[in-house]
């Protein structure tokens, strides 16, 4: 019997249209025997044309789904697109079948170069909101974008047929239409998932005689769905359809009838619909166009899954690609994976358990009358079964396995931008593999792997490719730690491509980013943030470039509010020097003249504000305040000179706040802050301290001043309540100003005071509550304040010393024979 007598007899007359829904399991093992049971010459996938040419690429042993095609303009890599595929979507197994059998496979969805110009020009216009439907055409026809889904770019009214007025059902029917929906609804089904895994996936795992049966049905529900409902609301749909019409009749010309098509079953009527060639050719007349470049990316489950962003249509990929690679008893092998992970997470399970939630998951599908326990059985099993009745494991459950957090690779021979290659080649000399799973690493700046990492990272934040995100560091706060949070998602790879106008290698574009971005730079603090970046990221060469632009915006800018926000960045970035081993001398030069700056306009700019312009200002004083210390440490600079110079600022820094401190014009937070930022340094004694604050607290110092004033003292995270607790003496000025407050007064000052105390710790509240019931002060009065220090005893306690010898030995890593008296020395 020749091949076309088999061909006749198995599928029926014309081309075997094949209509699917995108990344079904059931639609996957459904075209797999389809097309074994056929051999078609040819077979046409519903996807990008201008991805012909990478379809071999799905052979290669280090090509592994999910994974994506990725079109992006040339001109705006940002303007892009993604088809994703997963080894359980009908399209990737019509492509395996093809490159296996030797049989030439071609895509025949409307060109990308059409899908990406069609919204251009209108997107201020559009508002990008992911597709949620659940139908059964929802990846290739509305693929994901960078910035935006090229569907959500454009929806032209004009382009659409409107029935008459007499023949519109109703208006919901204008909208758009999830197929699933409608069929499920008409089978009495509240749910189109569950109605797809009882009516496809449950009995494709059963087995079907005859192969093109489950086509043929679906393609007659897609018929009368289509005659009720047009083109269902995507106004795209008669061009794309229109161009899969004329890739057909090509195919025909060239292969003969043996042709197989694998589409969204939404198009099936539509192929099958007699059109001439000229009526679809005048669809497609005149179609915007732009110029693109197309690739393979690496994909995640979470990107098919709707709560990953990504409208695919599943809510399960981790199930549906279990249901798909499962040779038999999917429950049993599932209930065990999820068995596996729960032990991993040290959770008791034992086989009995699994026993018991597989027999507990078929009960439940008996129950609701379905032929075989779907996900909703067995979640309801685990959850009842293996977690206890808690939904805290069940939530990893769902996380680690129903949605999954795999990540596809690529091959090396796949297309790629400069940049692209370039950062792989980074990522395997530094052995920092992308991930799909959210992790934090922890870097050691002094290991020459770390640093790299580092710098890496860095360069990638200065792309726009946020990898990494920093995190603070739990085990350490010094400079030579950093901790980041890192995870790899699909939209990077846009990112990538975005980036390649900026250079070839990530060091090359993260230095022209940098100089392009020093030189637009809107503020001066914008500018000192990027020389803080480029010594982050290891830049040498753009830190003239940033240098010269902070030099002039530091010359021209008088605000001092500006100067004091860049100040902050800029000190920090002496610090890398030691560890990073960078030349921060031209820095250190500019960070001093902007400190001088700051100290001569400050005290002008702090008279006369309102309260939110105090509060702000008071943020600049601490600000600069910590730079400042910063500056006037040993070894910030280079050389002694510039360790006297810190010094020097320091001492003139001093001199600042005292002039604050004495100037009735400056609002009380400031003032009070002033007094305390001296009173910590130990420039202004607790005698000092305790005659300014009464001063402040007389009864010619209006309420509302005064409370600023104690906000500014000991308000904020900085101790001011541990310093209540241990000087009884200003508390004791605190609470007696406070109950002499007028009754009229005292509601405008209460939310002041509320916010300067709800910042303390619950303890030291409760500290403070205590010493101001039994009345501050007494202690010490009962104690004689003859001891020194208020709030103190007169002696110290050696029991209470003793006791941390031994952790002090300890730590420092000393035996039990050093004396005592060793251990100052040591500790210093």
Same mark, same amino acid.
């Given at each position: 019997?020749?091949?076309?007598?088999?061909?006749?007899?198995?599928?029926?007359?014309?081309?075997?249209?094949?209509?699917?829904?995108?990344?079904?399991?059931?639609?996957?093992?459904?075209?797999?025997?389809?097309?074994?049971?056929?051999?078609?010459?040819?077979?046409?996938?519903?996807?990008?044309?201008?991805?012909?040419?990478?379809?071999?690429?799905?052979?290669?042993?280090?090509?592994?789904?999910?994974?994506?095609?990725?079109?992006?303009?040339?001109?705006?890599?940002?303007?892009?697109?993604?088809?994703?595929?997963?080894?359980?979507?009908?399209?990737?197994?019509?492509?395996?079948?093809?490159?296996?059998?030797?049989?030439?496979?071609?895509?025949?969805?409307?060109?990308?170069?059409?899908?990406?110009?069609?919204?251009?020009?209108?997107?201020? *216009? %559009?508002?990008?909101? =992911?597709?949620?439907?659940?139908?059964?055409?929802?990846? &290739? @026809? /509305? $693929? !994901?974008?960078? #910035? +935006?889904?090229? *569907? %959500?770019?454009?929806? =032209?009214?004009?382009?659409?047929?409107?029935?008459?007025? &007499? @023949? /519109? $059902? !109703?208006?919901? #029917? +204008?909208?758009?239409?999830?197929?699933?929906?409608?069929?499920?609804?008409?089978?009495?089904?509240?749910?189109?998932?569950?109605?797809?895994?009882?009516?496809?996936?449950?009995?494709?795992?059963?087995?079907?005689?005859?192969?093109?049966?489950?086509?043929?049905?679906?393609?007659?529900?897609?018929?009368?769905?289509?005659?009720?409902?047009?083109?269902?609301?995507?106004?795209?749909?008669?061009?794309?359809?229109?161009?899969?019409?004329?890739?057909?009749?090509?195919?025909?010309?060239?292969?003969?009838?043996?042709?197989?098509?694998?589409?969204?079953?939404?198009?099936?009527?539509?192929?099958?619909?007699?059109?001439?060639?000229?009526?679809?050719?005048?669809?497609?007349?005149?179609?915007?166009?732009?110029?693109?470049?197309?690739?393979?990316?690496?994909?995640?489950?979470?990107?098919?899954?709707?709560?990953?962003?990504?409208?695919?249509?599943?809510?399960?990929?981790?199930?549906?690609?279990?249901?798909?690679?499962?040779?038999?008893?999917?429950?049993?092998?599932?209930?065990?994976?999820?068995?596996?992970?729960?032990?991993?997470?040290?959770?008791?399970?034992?086989?009995?358990?699994?026993?018991?939630?597989?027999?507990?998951?078929?009960?439940?599908?008996?129950?609701?009358?379905?032929?075989?326990?779907?996900?909703?059985?067995?979640?309801?099993?685990?959850?009842?079964?293996?977690?206890?009745?808690?939904?805290?494991?069940?939530?990893?459950?769902?996380?680690?396995?129903?949605?999954?957090?795999?990540?596809?690779?690529?091959?090396?021979?796949?297309?790629?931008?400069?940049?692209?290659?370039?950062?792989?080649?980074?990522?395997?000399?530094?052995?920092?593999?992308?991930?799909?799973?959210?992790?934090?690493?922890?870097?050691?700046?002094?290991?020459?792997?770390?640093?790299?990492?580092?710098?890496?990272?860095?360069?990638?934040?200065?792309?726009?490719?946020?990898?990494?995100?920093?995190?603070?560091?739990?085990?350490?706060?010094?400079?030579?730690?950093?901790?980041?949070?890192?995870?790899?998602?699909p939209e990077l790879s846009v990112r990538v491509a975005e980036a390649g106008v900026w250079g070839t290698t990530v060091e090359g574009a993260a230095t022209a980013r940098a100089e392009a971005d020093a030189v637009h730079a809107g503020t001066l603090a914008d500018v000192t943030g990027l020389a803080e970046h480029c010594l982050l990221a290891g830049l040498p060469d753009a830190l003239p470039v940033v240098m010269r632009a902070l030099a002039d915006r530091a010359a021209l800018d008088t605000d001092v509010g500006h100067l004091a926000q860049a100040?902050?960045?800029?000190?920090?970035?002496?610090?890398?020097?030691?560890?990073?081993?960078?030349?921060?001398?031209?820095?250190?030069?500019?960070?001093?003249?902007?400190?001088?700056?700051?100290?001569?306009?400050?005290?002008?700019?702090?008279?006369?504000?309102?309260?939110?312009?105090?509060?702000?200002?008071?943020?600049?004083?601490?600000?600069?305040?910590?730079?400042?210390?910063?500056?006037?440490?040993?070894?910030?600079?280079?050389?002694?000179?510039?360790?006297?110079?810190?010094?020097?600022?320091?001492?003139?820094?001093?001199?600042?706040?005292?002039?604050?401190?004495?100037?009735?014009?400056?609002?009380?937070?400031?003032?009070?802050?002033?007094?305390?930022?001296?009173?910590?340094?130990?420039?202004?004694?607790?005698?000092?301290?305790?005659?300014?604050?009464?001063?402040?607290?007389?009864?010619?110092?209006?309420?509302?001043?005064?409370?600023?004033?104690?906000?500014?003292?000991?308000?904020?995270?900085?101790?001011?309540?541990?310093?209540?607790?241990?000087?009884?003496?200003?508390?004791?000025?605190?609470?007696?100003?406070?109950?002499?407050?007028?009754?009229?007064?005292?509601?405008?000052?209460?939310?002041?005071?509320?916010?300067?105390?709800?910042?303390?710790?619950?303890?030291?509240?409760?500290?403070?509550?205590?010493?101001?019931?039994?009345?501050?002060?007494?202690?010490?009065?009962?104690?004689?304040?003859?001891?020194?220090?208020?709030?103190?005893?007169?002696?110290?306690?050696?029991?209470?010393?003793?006791?941390?010898?031994?952790?002090?030995?300890?730590?420092?890593?000393?035996?039990?024979?050093?004396?005592?008296?060793?251990?100052?020395?040591?500790?210093?």
């Open positions: 019997m020749s091949d076309d007598t088999e061909w006749r007899r198995s599928p029926g007359p014309g081309p075997l249209l094949l209509g699917v829904r995108h990344h079904g399991p059931g639609s996957a093992r459904a075209v797999r025997a389809a097309l074994d049971a056929a051999r078609p010459r040819v077979v046409l996938i519903e996807g990008p044309p201008e991805a012909d040419a990478l379809i071999p690429l799905a052979a290669d042993p280090e090509m592994r789904p999910p994974v994506a095609l990725l079109a992006h303009a040339v001109d705006e890599p940002g303007r892009s697109a993604f088809w994703p595929f997963a080894d359980f979507s009908p399209e990737w197994v019509a492509v395996r079948w093809a490159l296996e059998h030797e049989v030439p496979a071609r895509f025949i969805d409307l060109p990308a170069a059409h899908t990406l110009a069609w919204g251009r020009g209108q997107e201020e *216009e %559009a508002v990008a909101v =992911p597709d949620t439907d659940t139908d059964t055409d929802t990846e &290739a @026809d /509305e $693929p !994901d974008s960078g #910035r +935006q889904t090229p *569907e %959500a770019a454009d929806e =032209p009214d004009s382009g659409r047929e409107k029935p008459d007025a &007499a @023949d /519109e $059902p !109703d208006t919901d #029917r +204008q909208l758009r239409v999830d197929p699933l929906a409608a069929l499920a609804e008409a089978a009495g089904y509240d749910d189109p998932e569950r109605w797809w895994e009882d009516v496809v996936e449950h009995r494709s795992a059963a087995g079907e005689r005859d192969v093109f049966a489950p086509f043929a049905a679906v393609s007659e529900a897609m018929g009368a769905l289509r005659e009720t409902y047009g083109t269902g609301g995507r106004d795209r749909d008669p061009v794309r359809e229109a161009h899969m019409r004329l890739r057909l009749r090509a195919a025909q010309r060239e292969f003969g009838e043996r042709v197989a098509v694998v589409c969204g079953a939404w198009h099936v009527p539509a192929l099958r619909a007699k059109t001439t060639v000229a009526a679809d050719r005048e669809l497609l007349k005149g179609l915007p166009k732009v110029r693109t470049d197309m690739t393979w990316v690496p994909w995640t489950n979470r990107r098919l899954a709707r709560a990953g962003g990504y409208g695919a249509g599943i809510d399960s990929p981790g199930w549906y690609g279990h249901l798909f690679r499962a040779p038999d008893r999917p429950v049993e092998r599932w209930l065990t994976k999820v068995a596996g992970l729960l032990r991993e997470e040290d959770r008791i399970v034992s086989s009995a358990h699994v026993i018991e939630a597989v027999r507990l998951a078929e009960t439940l599908a008996v129950m609701r009358g379905r032929p075989l326990p779907g996900l909703g059985e067995t979640t309801d099993a685990v959850r009842a079964v293996l977690c206890e009745g808690s939904d805290v494991p069940l939530a990893l459950v769902h996380d680690r396995l129903v949605v999954g957090d795999v990540l596809g690779e690529v091959p090396e021979a796949a297309p790629a931008v400069p940049l692209q290659r370039d950062l792989v080649r980074e990522q395997r000399r530094l052995r920092l593999k992308p991930e799909a799973l959210e992790r934090e690493l922890e870097l050691d700046l002094r290991k020459d792997t770390d640093a790299g990492r580092s710098r890496l990272l860095h360069r990638l934040r200065l792309l726009g490719v946020g990898w990494g995100e920093p995190v603070r560091s739990r085990g350490s706060t010094g400079t030579f730690r950093e901790t980041w949070r890192l995870c790899w998602e100040l902050p960045a800029l000190v920090r970035s002496l610090r890398y020097g030691d560890v990073r081993g960078t030349d921060t001398r031209a820095l250190t030069e500019v960070a001093a003249g902007l400190a001088e700056r700051v100290f001569v306009g400050l005290p002008p700019a702090c008279v006369a504000l309102d309260a939110d312009a105090a509060e702000e200002m008071r943020g600049h004083v601490d600000a600069v305040h910590t730079a400042v210390g910063l500056l006037g440490e040993p070894g910030t600079g280079t050389g002694a000179g510039a360790d006297a110079g810190g010094r020097d600022l320091r001492r003139r820094w001093r001199a600042v706040l005292r002039t604050l401190t004495g100037r009735e014009t400056v609002p009380g937070v400031l003032r009070g802050r002033a007094v305390r930022i001296l009173l910590d340094e130990g420039e202004l004694g607790p005698e000092a301290a305790a005659r300014l604050m009464g001063l402040v607290l007389s009864p010619g110092t209006p309420p509302a001043d005064a409370a600023a004033w104690i906000e500014g003292f000991v308000g904020g995270s900085g101790g001011g309540g541990m310093l209540l607790v241990h000087d009884e003496r200003l508390l004791g000025l605190v609470d007696a100003w406070l109950t002499g407050v007028p009754a009229a007064a005292f509601t405008d000052v209460l939310p002041l005071l509320r916010r300067t105390f709800s910042v303390y710790e619950p303890g030291v509240r409760r500290t403070i509550g205590e010493l101001v019931r039994r009345g501050p002060g007494e202690r010490l009065q009962g104690a004689g304040q003859a001891g020194g220090t208020p709030g103190f005893g007169a002696e110290a306690d050696a029991g209470r010393a003793d006791a941390v010898l031994p952790v002090l030995r300890l730590l420092l890593g000393l035996d039990e024979t050093t004396p005592d008296n060793d251990l100052v020395g040591a500790g210093r």
